[in-house]
């Protein structure tokens, strides 16, 4: 049985739904609502210490961590390999994962002032907030939680996180050369690392980052994954709680091609 704990925006959960349908893998859906705090009940804490999603459960067994998850997801079950075979695009691929995790922090501060916390903020109070930000396991979203809910996230350090991003970005339009996906002809585990990170951005604008103009490369590149069934599926996963990016006033962009067959994928269990 292949369960996967995860939520319906964070962009951990997004990767590893999009490699399961990428691989055609059924799974389990077990729904971790983090504006409730399901992250931090017993019962999950209890296969996950760290108190973050997502969680893969195969046959009772726990795996964490999104690109471990990944990676396992694509050595254990049959399907289009998403790991290229050859040693140097292999290299190739997991430098771009690592290089999506060193700039993680730069997307979590930016979205968690634009987007997460005034959701957090329209359903619980700021006392409640302090609480259960003072409750995270990990020091990291424990630090970061509670200096949101402060309001101690700066414009400078806003502005470096955008700075960041528009480096991820430009590393991006030169890796696409010559493509069509980020390791050469084989869309691998790489597309996927960064994939949520364009649909979390296009809710703020993606004009601003990427278009015919401003980076084409990652403009066809985006449209190419846009037509994915896989994509669709992973960042188009209901909030099961309501009000999704609309609640604050967020759209995310999925472009739609007009005579572009989407490619197969699994559809969740």
């Not at 960064?194 to 278009?211: K, V």
């Amino acid at each position: 049985m292949i369960e996967l704990y995860h939520f319906w925006s964070s962009v951990c959960s997004v990767r590893c739904r999009m490699a399961l349908e990428e691989k055609g893998v059924a799974w389990t859906s077990r729904y971790i609502d983090l504006f409730k705090f399901d992250q931090l009940r017993p019962e999950y804490l209890a296969i996950n210490p760290d108190g973050i999603v997502p969680t893969l459960v195969h046959d009772g067994v726990s795996i964490h961590e999104s690109t471990i998850i990944n990676e396992y997801i694509d050595a254990a079950f049959q399907g289009p390999k998403l790991v290229p075979s050859e040693p140097i695009l292999q290299a190739r691929m997991r430098e771009f994962v690592r290089k999506c995790e060193d700039d993680f922090d730069a997307i979590v501060k930016l979205t968690m002032v634009k987007y997460i916390f005034p959701k957090l903020k329209n359903r619980w109070g700021i006392e409640e907030l302090t609480k259960q930000a003072a409750r995270r396991p990990k020091k990291y979203y424990r630090d970061i939680h509670s200096r949101a809910v402060r309001g101690e996230i700066t414009e400078q350090e806003l502005a470096e996180s955008r700075t960041t991003i528009e480096g991820l970005l430009d590393n991006l339009e030169q890796t696409l050369d010559p493509g069509p996906w980020i390791v050469r002809q084989q869309f691998t585990l790489a597309d996927i690392a960064i994939a949520p990170y364009m649909f979390r951005l296009s809710a703020l604008g993606a004009d601003q980052f990427w278009s015919h103009n401003r980076r084409p490369r990652v403009n066809e590149w985006y449209s190419r994954l846009s037509v994915r069934t896989a994509f669709r599926t992973a960042v188009t996963w209901p909030d099961e709680s309501g009000g999704g990016y609309e609640e604050v006033g967020l759209k995310p962009a999925l472009p739609i091609q007009i005579g572009v067959a989407a490619e197969s994928g699994a559809r969740p269990r």
